[in-house]
């Protein structure tokens, strides 16, 4: 019988049948859904994993080393000065493909508080340093967005592949076994049913041709032969005649 591997337990009727295929149609396109965001999915994880590493290269290392040397220790100057946040962290989401990553934008405001920090020796190397650190800063924020990002799409893709693989490899084989197994079925149910019916029409042939014999046997049985209707015609002439002769003898 076909249909032997794994397959659900279902009836197999014509209606099964039709909802079974429906199943599998609906399986079917789910599949092909899931393999087309798996690959978008794919595709954007390589582009934020080549970003990050573009990021971390930007980072570099940066060292106080030359502005300690010509300045001195200037950290309390910039404790003292430093007043409202130079940069601030914006949040929004991105949808691919259903998932929705964080991004994390940097919002710059003009103006420093720090201009005075250096005006009697080492300005031009802590104003280097100022803007050597806000690129950092920026690359720093930027690659945390691309960092969640990426950890949240390496779970969707992983999760993506498991469904995507018990599709393929699970729930469409069962479908189609269970379908096969529903057809075969049907089929035997058929050529039982089609047995059946000839089995049937020929007891009905020969119960008519039977019936049949016997008329014609009941017919011949009671139809009187020639012989007999000879013998009951010379019985009535003689009685005739009997009765028409008369005894000389006698007398009346």
């Known amino acids: 019988m076909s249909g032997t591997g794994a397959r659900e337990n279902v009836f197999a009727t014509r209606m099964s049948l039709a909802n079974t295929k429906q199943r599998l149609k609906g399986a079917q396109t789910g599949h092909s859904l899931l393999a087309k965001k798996r690959d978008a999915l794919t595709t954007r994880f390589r582009a934020i994993l080549r970003k990050v590493d573009e990021s971390k290269r930007k980072m570099g290392r940066f060292s106080m080393a030359e502005v300690t040397y010509t300045t001195g220790d200037?950290?309390?100057?910039?404790?003292?000065?430093?007043?409202?946040?130079?940069?601030?962290?914006?949040?929004?989401?991105?949808?691919?493909?259903?998932?929705?990553?964080?991004?994390?934008?940097?919002?710059?405001?003009?103006?420093?508080?720090?201009?005075?920090?250096?005006?009697?020796?080492?300005?031009?190397?802590?104003?280097?340093?100022?803007?050597?650190?806000?690129?950092?800063?920026?690359?720093?924020?930027?690659?945390?967005?691309?960092?969640?990002?990426?950890?949240?799409?390496?779970?969707?893709?992983?999760?993506?592949?498991?469904?995507?693989n018990a599709i393929e490899h699970v729930v469409i084989p069962r479908l189609d076994n269970t379908i096969k197994y529903i057809m075969s079925e049907l089929d035997e149910m058929d050529r039982e049913e089609f047995f059946r019916l000839k089995k049937v029409q020929a007891k009905k042939k020969r119960d008519t041709a039977a019936r049949e014999e016997e008329a014609k046997a009941k017919a011949q049985h009671e139809q009187p032969t020639l012989v007999d209707l000879a013998l009951d015609g010379d019985a009535e002439e003689a009685s005739a005649d009997l009765l028409r002769s008369k005894d000389e003898d006698v007398i009346f």
């Open 74 to 164: 200037i950290a309390y100057l910039v404790q003292e000065q430093a007043k409202l946040a130079t940069f601030r962290v914006k949040t929004k989401q991105e949808n691919v493909s259903g998932v929705v990553l964080p991004a994390f934008e940097v919002d710059r405001v003009s103006g420093s508080d720090f201009n005075l920090t250096g005006l009697g020796r080492g300005g031009q190397q802590i104003l280097k340093a100022k803007e050597v650190y806000a690129k950092a800063l920026e690359t720093l924020v930027e690659l945390a967005s691309l960092q969640t990002a990426f950890t949240i799409l390496d779970e969707v893709i992983r999760a993506t592949n498991r469904r995507v």
